[in-house]
């Protein structure tokens, strides 16, 4: 269902109890706040129009797929013969230009042990480093000079620059349309993720150690081309083409977007907030994907080879988190409509010492807790600890 990206915060556990106290607001639009990948919005629709916002560039383009798409995805066999010739002329070229390392990384993928495989792991780095320094940016080969030898293996980059041309250029002729290269794009996102060196994200890549090269190896022998087609394939749009022509998707900060809100001629019935709720930033780990949509050569840094001018959360930073949520509030009460919330017992506001039930009630006459459920929260990686931690989930409903 939906597009199937694990995502830092995901609802999809929880979007039935979530939608259940949706039913009993007002009737009208429904704009979620922090949309993700979709997975509230996915079960409303379509007893309501659904409006989405992230701030994210991947997630507002997965829920413009979704929610607003004219056109659905073509089956893997047409895109197959649409793309495949500018796919295959692209990678031609990317491989002859990175023919040393694409030799180094053929033989590392026939390392019979660990020892092996670390003098040849040490080969390919440096042969990377060589072709890399006399490299030419900005001639389709974004993903082959960042990520290769990082997230991806160094053919799987040449791949994913060559699915990238080869989606450009049928869009640019007109072989597709608009959505149909935002399709594209989401399954793309979706294969690079299934392929990559990574625990479910991209807040850095993984290190191969003795106990988990094989599986580097298994990750790295994975053909991109064939993840997408098939990846691509099984995404499918929400409701009816009508239904969704009235549906409206953004990418904005949520407390810039809900004051602008007062002035739109549609009123929003409701809105579902579904705040950031720890330290983590999520566009830490998402920012490969936002590199995916922009193709736009970043100057990376940092461990997971990050992107510049990330945004950052006041809702994930302790000193702003309480102020964050109380302007969030408010700008949803002066829009006029009911705002259903879910936030965990664990989150920054309950540890800066503040209870949003009574955050709520300074904006709205009637606040209840709808639902107080155990939850369990993935921590991508188990940096702070334990992988997996049990919270009590809380859902709120305060009324206009």
Known sequence: MGVNISYMGTKRDLAPAVCDVIRHTQ??????????????????APTRQVWSNDVQVFAAEVARALFASRDEPIDSLLTADIHFDTFEKHRHLLTKANRRSIDAEDTLLQSSNFEIFVKRKKILSRMRALELASARRH????????????????????????????????????AITDDHRRWLTVGLGRALLKIANSTGHFAQYLKPQRTSYRRFLSQRQRSLWS??????????????????????????DSLLLLPSLRRNAEPVAVIY?????????????????ETLVLYDYPTTSGA???????????????????QAFDTLVGAAANCGADLVLSYPTNGLVYESGADPKQLLARHYRKVECCYSL???????GASKGSARSNVTERIYLARS
């Open 139 to 174: 001639c389709g080969n974004l993903f082959t000079a960042i990520y290769s030898d990082s997230y991806f293996g160094v053919r799987q980059a040449i791949e994913a620059d060559s699915i990238i041309r080869a989606i450009r250029t049928a869009h640019r002729t007109r």
């Open 304 to 322: 997971g080879l990050y992107r510049p001018n990330r945004f950052v959360s006041p809702f994930s930073l302790k000193s702003k988190a309480i």
């Open 374 to 380: 155990p939850h369990t929260h993935s921590t991508f």
């Open 27 to 44: 009737k009208g639009t429904m704009l979620d706040a922090f949309a993700g990948m979709c997975s509230v919005g996915e079960q409303i």
């Open 227 to 252: 993840k997408w087609l098939f990846s691509s394939g099984e995404l499918h749009a929400v409701g009816t083409t009508d239904w969704r022509r009235l549906n409206k998707c953004f990418n904005q």
């Open 273 to 289: 907030a579904d705040p950031p709720y720890t330290d983590d930033q999520y566009s830490r780990y998402y920012h490969v994907f």
